[in-house]
Nanobody, 121 residues
Framework: QVQLVESGGGLVQAGGSLRLSCTASGSIFSINHMGWYRRAPGNERELVAR???????NYVDSVKGRFTISRDSAKNTVYLQMNSLKPEDTAVYYC???????????????WGQGTQVTVSS
């Protein structure tokens, strides 16, 4: 079955940087979109960044200019480079992929387990 595994989270001081990565593995025919969501304590889950198979990107306004999403399609991997981190970026970050397991199959959403990012002041 399909798995999404995130890595790169951790504790960093305000102004620092982290790079998250997420690799999809298993029976995958194609991946359409990959992205990152986050959920901060007491907050609802929000889309942070997303990248399509064609390379189009979207970011939530609060991270524009600080975060960069990229993708290595050959490795089924998506990255999130996070610079100038702020305490309000503290959250659990979840990788998301919209993919097909078979060429004739439908698209499904898959989610990683989440990786904790903590930014101290």
């Amino acid at each position: 079955q399909v798995q999404l595994v995130e890595s790169g989270g951790g504790l960093v001081q305000a102004g620092g940087s982290l790079r998250l990565s997420c690799t999809a593995s298993g029976s995958i025919f194609s991946i359409n979109h990959m992205g990152w969501y986050r959920r901060a304590p007491g907050n609802e889950r929000e889309l942070v960044a997303r990248i399509s198979s064609g390379g189009l990107t979207n970011y939530v306004d609060s991270v524009k200019g600080r975060f960069t999403i990229s993708r290595d399609s050959a490795k089924n991997t998506v990255y999130l480079q996070m610079n100038s981190l702020k305490p309000e970026d503290t959250a659990v970050y979840y990788c998301n992929a919209v993919l097909r397991m078979r060429s004739w199959g439908r698209e499904y959403d898959y989610w990683g387990q989440g990786t904790q990012v903590t930014v101290s002041s």
